[in-house]
Every structure is written in structure tokens, then in C-alpha cells.
């Protein structure tokens, strides 16, 4: 019987280890007097700090950030506002027109291209969770490959000034990362970077950077302009997909790493950010090349408020629990047990080559390896040539996401009724 017991020790302390949640760690209570309806908002401030030109856009990706950037442009007074993606978009943008195309098909960027002045490329393909060779290839095509053709579009068809959505995953990897990152921190590389986004990503803001003062077609149409916004590093917001709107629609999160500290933006902030990019490059065009500073460059934007993933989670649900009077419910979960299962998920993806899909696809090595880092990025730089301050600190940003997640989803409820 003792034999049997003292067999049955390792096994259970080895059980416990494995099984032993992440730390739950202390609460931090929001600021006091926390109100969004204190600022101005985006709309008012773009009319006055990026006012409309008249000029033709077009906006490739209607995620989160695009579909924001489409409502400012038509917003601010531009009349010819259209976007680009491979679906409908989430919701509708009155006084703007869609079409379906991908930036994989040359053809149908070219088609969207004509006519246009100003392009804003905000679609990729996000799959931080993905180290494998054989998943190389997707990320590729849409990153890369289909940035070269927004790229070979705008030449042949005359458009003058691209803004491109980049990532601070462009510089992020175990090896880079420090909390006093900037534009001049290190690009990732093939054999450094935790995930194909990252590296993808990469490559195709050095494409876009390097395109400034490319020749178009007509050559009276001048050189291309382009720049690189570099959100940092979690974009939240209304419909942000991979943050808060989930844990609002369930109500709850489940937390594996809450200690890692990064910067946390708002996706408001970041469209203003492109809109300010794209004024400046206008406002550059009447300079000489040796007092352009926007052109060719990349743009850091943050909050300015690193928080670790534990007090972001605490904030989500403070605003959760006061517009909702519903409780949030936050769950540590057992990190070496979900590490174990990440390896086991990527073992069996080499094997079958894809045959784990859902959200269990996301539970691997590569994603362990971007969520388990502490750094954070500077945006001087785009304080001191776009301007750039955000609209909304990280609170007052929050509950705001919260507010509209809210309203939002009561109007959809009301009109099913």
C-alpha cells in the first residue's frame, strides 16, 4: 500500500504542476472620473486637423480600421469614398460604396485602382499563431504578394498617395523586444521572427517604404507617396475580432498570461493616425525632397499607456459591469497544461497539415511565444511630424468600446424584433 502511495506522489505532483492556474493577480481599480463624451471625438477632429481634399479613395481591407478611416473620410465631406475586401463588410457606410475583390487578384486591385487618388491598405492576413512551412504560403500571398500588386496598381493607374496599415509585429520577437521600442528597433527576419505574420508583415512594409517617389502612369501625375502607420500592439475597439468584442459577447475571459506588458491602442486612434499621415503627405507635395519627413517613413502609433494583459482584463470588465450591470467573469487558466496542448496542437497540424481548426487552431507554440513578451513602442515621431496625440487615453477608450459594443448590439437586437 505505501509502495503504491509512494508511486502515485511524482504522479500527482507532476498532475499539480501541470494543472496549477496562471496567478491571479490583484485588481487595479480604473481612475476616477473616466468619461469619453468629454472629447471631441474623431469626426470633429479630422475636419479640423486633416480636413477633406475633394479627392478620389479607396480603402482596401473593411475591418475595424478601415471601415473607421471610410466613415471619417465621408464624414469630413468627401464624395467619392469606396472600399475593397474579399467580404461584405460588418456594417454599412452611408454615402460610401463597396465592392468585393482581393488583393491576390491583380486584376480586381487594378479595376478599384482606376480613377483613385489616395489608397489606404489596411488588409492582412493575421494569423500570429502560425510558425509551420507549409502555412508560409497564405500569409505570403495576401501580406506580400498582395501588397506588391496594391503597389504595381497605384503606379499603373496613377494613384498618388498609399497609407499603409504595418504592425509593430514587424519588430517583435524574443530576441528584439525591449520597453523602449521605436522606428529604429530591428525588423524581424525569416529565422527570428515567432510567427509568419510577423515577418510577412515585414516584407511588406521595406515594399511600400521603398515605393516612395515611384514614376506613375501618366507620368503628369508625379511620383507615389507612401507611408507605414505601425499600430502597437493590441488594437481594440468596436468589432476589433480578436479582443474585446469577443469577451463582451461572452461576457467573460479566460487569462493564461496575465503578467506580459504591452501597448494596448485603440483602433479610433489609429485611424486617425492614418488620416493625419495622409494630410501630411498632401502638405508635402508643395516641398522639396530635403524637407519631406513623412514620405517613405514608418509611424509608430500607441496609447502611451503600456498595461499588463492582467489589469487590461480587470479594466474590460470594470466598463463591462457598470454599462451592463452583469458580472464579468475572468478565469486563470492552467498555462503549462495549455503550453503542453499548443505543442500537441502544432504536432498534430505538421502531421495532417491542417487538420486542427476553430479556436483550438490558435493554442500553439508561435502564439505562446508573441503573448508571453514585455515591450512597449514610442510614438514621438508621429507626435512630431503627423501631429499625432490620442483621441481617447486608454480608459476613456475602453469605455467607449464598451458603451458602443452595448448600444450596438441592442439596435441589431432591435431590429430583428
Not at 3 to 30: F, H, I
Not at 302 to 325: I, K
Amino acid at each position: 500500500m505505501l509502495l503504491a502511495a509512494g508511486r502515485l506522489l511524482p504522479l500527482a505532483a507532476v498532475c499539480y504542476w501541470l494543472l496549477k492556474p496562471s496567478p491571479r493577480q490583484p485588481a487595479k481599480q480604473p481612475p476616477p472620473g473616466v468619461d469619453w463624451r468629454a472629447r471631441p471625438g474623431l469626426h470633429a477632429t479630422v475636419k479640423e486637423k486633416a480636413p477633406a481634399t475633394g479627392k478620389s479613395y479607396l480603402v482596401i481591407g473593411t475591418g475595424s480600421v478601415g471601415l473607421i478611416i471610410m466613415e471619417a473620410l465621408v464624414e469630413r465631406g468627401e464624395k467619392k469614398v469606396k472600399g475593397l475586401d474579399v467580404v461584405a463588410p460588418r456594417r454599412g457606410v452611408e454615402g460610401a460604396t463597396f465592392a468585393v475583390g482581393n488583393v491576390t487578384d491583380y486584376s480586381s486591385i487594378k479595376a478599384a485602382c482606376e480613377g483613385v487618388d489616395v489608397v489606404y491598405l489596411t488588409v492582412a492576413l493575421i494569423r500570429y499563431y502560425e510558425r509551420l512551412q507549409y502555412q508560409y504560403a497564405a500569409s505570403h500571398a495576401v501580406n506580400v504578394t498582395g501588397t506588391g500588386n496594391v503597389l504595381r496598381a497605384c503606379a499603373e493607374c496613377g494613384v498618388q498617395v498609399l497609407v499603409q496599415t504595418s504592425t509593430s509585429n514587424v519588430c517583435v520577437a524574443p530576441a528584439l523586444v525591449s520597453t523602449s521600442m521605436d522606428e529604429s528597433s530591428e525588423l524581424v527576419g525569416p529565422q527570428n521572427s515567432p510567427n509568419h505574420y510577423g515577418w510577412t508583415k515585414a516584407q511588406a512594409e521595406t515594399m511600400v517604404l521603398a515605393a516612395n517617389g515611384a514614376p506613375l502612369e501618366p507620368a503628369a501625375r508625379g511620383a507615389l507617396q507612401t507611408v507605414a502607420v505601425r499600430p502597437c500592439s493590441g488594437i481594440f475597439g468596436l468589432q476589433d475580432n480578436f479582443m474585446t468584442e469577443k469577451w463582451l459577447e461572452l461576457g467573460q475571459v479566460q487569462i493564461m498570461l496575465p503578467e506580459p506588458l504591452i501597448d494596448y491602442v485603440y483602433n479610433e486612434n489609429v485611424a486617425y493616425a492614418h488620416l493625419l499621415a495622409e494630410a501630411a503627405l498632401h502638405a508635402e507635395r508643395a516641398k522639396p525632397p530635403p524637407q519631406r519627413r513623412v514620405g517613405g517613413e514608418a509611424f509608430c502609433i500607441t496609447n502611451g499607456e503600456p498595461l499588463r494583459a492582467a489589469d487590461f482584463h480587470d479594466a474590460v470588465g470594470h466598463y463591462y459591469e457598470r454599462q451592463t450591470g452583469g458580472a464579468f467573469k475572468q478565469t486563470y487558466l492552467p498555462r503549462r497544461l495549455m503550453m503542453a496542448l499548443g505543442y500537441a496542437v502544432e504536432l498534430v497540424q505538421r502531421a495532417t497539415r491542417g487538420r486542427v481548426t476553430g479556436d483550438l487552431a490558435l493554442l500553439t507554440p508561435a502564439m505562446f511565444a508573441v503573448a508571453s513578451l514585455t515591450y512597449a513602442f514610442s510614438s514621438a515621431k508621429a507626435k512630431e511630424r503627423l501631429g499625432y496625440e490620442p483621441l481617447y487615453t486608454l480608459h476613456e477608450a475602453l469605455q467607449r468600446t464598451v458603451y458602443l459594443w452595448h448600444t450596438h448590439r441592442a439596435g441589431v437586437a432591435g431590429a430583428k424584433k
